[in-house]
């Protein structure tokens, strides 16, 4: 039964990587749920980490069926010290914010703090 747990839990944290991107590449480069509160919006960084997320997004899928590609475990590796960095922006927003909202804040670091650890499971490097 892991083996069905793991297959979905996969495909859940590729299709919350691949919305993301989507979002953050998307009209507007809307990710105000991981930098509104310190005022990205529409700026070329919300871009590039929509970019991000949904390249990690492709390659967990990738990884998932077993498509084999030379560079993939180190990118997959890369990608997720820079979702390490979203982790870190989130915090700095909660400190900026006053220390605000503490169970919003508790459920959006629970979820990047989950596909922090699917993407580094996913490296071999260290998963």
Do not use: C, P
């Amino acid at each position: 039964m892991a083996g069905i747990g793991v297959f979905i839990w996969k495909i859940a944290v590729a299709l919350y990587l691949l919305a993301t991107g989507v979002l953050g590449i998307g009209k507007g480069g809307d990710l105000n749920h991981i930098f509104g509160a310190i005022n990205l919006s529409g700026s070329i960084f919300v871009v590039i980490a929509g970019i991000i997320a949904l390249i990690a997004g492709i390659f967990l899928l990738l990884e998932m069926f077993n498509i084999k590609i030379a560079i993939l475990d180190t990118l997959i590796f890369i990608i997720a010290i820079i979702w390490a960095v979203f982790i870190v922006l989130l915090l700095i927003r909660w400190i900026g914010s006053g220390f605000g909202n503490i169970w919003g804040t508790l459920q959006t670091l629970g979820v990047y703090v989950m596909v922090l650890a699917s993407l580094l499971i996913a490296s071999k490097k260290l998963g």
